[in-house]
């Protein structure tokens, strides 16, 4: 029996997590939770210039919002900790002396002009730019003179020659030849750790077997491979790789905010169920198999392999997701349905949160249930039941002023104030009599008028049951009102 699988998603948040760093979190995620794993939730920040303390709580936030609870990491702990690579700088201090120590590694005192010259004259060259190992095999003596000009020294690690060969659970073999792998920065001049540092030594002591992550990260594996070797890893023990393919946007380009790539934070205001984001993501590069879309949290769970990862690109397609939300909607109990609707009345202060207000919202959401794609549309869909002062939109305006209009709303009114039981069933009996069959009008251009005048627009929840939770006064008065416009 194999070990018991351990996988990370380790993110460096220098901003809200995107679409792309939370499809690698659910799929981490989805597989611990399939083989009985670890899932390990550790936090790249040792780039204090663009992490900050606001976007790693936010990125806590947002996994628990999604319900991608961790295992270890922040705010849970675990043996393997701390979880912030900014509290394990001495280790990777540590190892980087080790290197230093093994010949491993060496000082390149460098300057960024010097580097750049000798790209420009590898381009010139028709040479693959990398660093060219001038500071490889430095004296003990040249070291000295360079400590004393005062130069700064970054911390380089050697590439053997020859050729990195893994295979990866997605891919197949790959492999590297070295000649295009140059002498990689460890750690940096402040003695600060590099990515490729500070990841290997993390994945190696924190014990991860299986390593998920986005196909743009494949080609500094050989150097992740390097570190494995130098801290004396057997190859049995290194991680496994399994690199998820790209999600591209409509116009088969990288996702970005022109097509696609927006904050997970963005969606979530938008009024996107996690559940929601969680099933669309989970199919950008993966399948269930028989044409299955809509798919639980559990479901997930018990299907996800990664031999049923595609290694082609994914293409993200809004309208998908947003029909994927509406079903997730409609599937809601009215109980949970409420609660996930309150927050957006609340803050577009529609209502102010009365217990008469919530009762009303609760009554109305099961005829809007069927018609919103996003949690963002209730309130316009719901405003015209708690208005102070009604008034219908000006773009609606011309639906109720003409003549055939004022006959329509004439009719209405005299038909529906004779109504003794305010019901939709009786409302829809009344206005069909009288308008479709004495006036023999179309039901969409008789009944639309009706709709502009009760909720000040074309586009509302079910005309007869907005009427009935409206009320009786409140509609006759605001159908009177139109009559005189």
């Keep these: 029996m194999g070990k018991k699988v351990r996988v990370r998603f380790a993110p460096s948040p220098t901003g809200d997590l995107h679409v792309g760093n939370i499809r690698t979190a659910l799929f981490d995620w989805a597989y611990a939770r399939h083989t009985g794993g670890t899932f390990i939730f550790r936090i790249e920040d040792t780039d204090t210039t663009r992490v900050t303390d606001e976007y790693i709580a936010a990125a806590i936030d947002t996994l628990r919002w999604l319900g991608l609870q961790w ?7 675990g043996e393997f900790g701390p979880y912030l690579q900014s509290q394990r700088l001495e280790i990777y201090a540590h190892w980087a002396q080790k290197f230093l120590d093994q010949g491993d590694a060496y000082y390149c005192f460098c300057t960024a ?9 590898q381009k010139s060259a028709n040479v693959a730019p990398g660093y060219d190992g001038k500071c490889r095999n430095l004296s ?7 400590r004393d000009q005062g130069r700064p020294a970054v911390i380089r690690m050697r590439m053997p ?6 295979v990866d659970r997605i891919r197949g073999e790959i492999v590297f030849d070295h000649k295009y792998v140059p002498d990689f920065v460890l750690a940096r001049a402040d003695e600060s750790p590099l990515y490729t540092l500070a990841v290997a030594v993390d994945d190696i002591l924190m014990k991860v077997t299986h390593v998920l992550r986005g196909e743009d990260l494949l080609s500094s594996t050989p150097r992740q491979i390097r570190v494995y070797q130098a801290m004396g890893v057997k190859e049995e023990d290194f991680p496994t790789f399994a690199h998820l393919p790209f999600v591209m946007g409509q116009d088969n380009a990288k996702l970005s905010k022109r097509n696609g790539e927006v904050s997970i934070a963005w969606y979530r205001d938008k009024g996107f169920l996690p559940e929601a984001i969680c099933n669309y993501l989970a199919l950008l590069g993966w399948s ?3 044409d299955v879309e ?4 559990q479901q997930l769970t018990e299907l996800f392999t990664v031999e049923r990862v595609n290694s082609s690109p994914a293409r993200f397609d809004m309208k998908k997701l947003e029909s ?3 079903d997730k909607i409609r599937a809601l109990t009215l109980d949970d349905f409420l609660s996930r609707a309150l927050p957006f009345l609340l803050e577009s202060r529609v209502i102010s949160g009365t217990d008469k207000e919530i009762a009303l919202v609760k009554a109305a959401l099961p005829i809007i249930q069927e018609r919103i794609t996003r949690l963002d549309e209730i309130s316009g869909m719901l405003k015209f039941l708690f208005v102070k002062t009604f008034s219908i939109e000006e773009s609606s305006l011309s639906k109720v002023t003409d003549s055939a209009a004022k006959s329509v709303l004439r009719r209405s009114l005299e038909d529906l104030t004779a109504l003794t039981s305010w019901t939709h069933t009786n409302i829809e009996e009344v206005l069909r009599a009288a308008l479709i069959e004495d006036l023999g009008l179309k039901p969409r251009i008789a009944f639309g008028v009706v709709r502009v005048s009760v909720t000040g627009s074309t586009i509302s929840p079910p005309l007869f049951e907005s009427m009935e939770l409206l009320g009786k006064d409140s509609s006759l008065a ?8």
């Design 324 to 326: 994927i939300n509406g």
């Design 288 to 290: 269930p198999g028989d």
């Design 478 to 485: 605001r159908i009177s009102a139109a009559l005189s416009l």
């Design 294 to 297: 809509n798919i639980t949290m």
């Design 161 to 166: 020659e020859g050729e990195t060969k893994f």
């Design 71 to 77: 295992d270890e990491g922040p705010e849970v702990g």
């Design 113 to 121: 002009e010097e580097l750049e010259a000798r790209r420009e004259a």
């Design 140 to 146: 003990t003596q040249e070291i000295a003179d360079f």
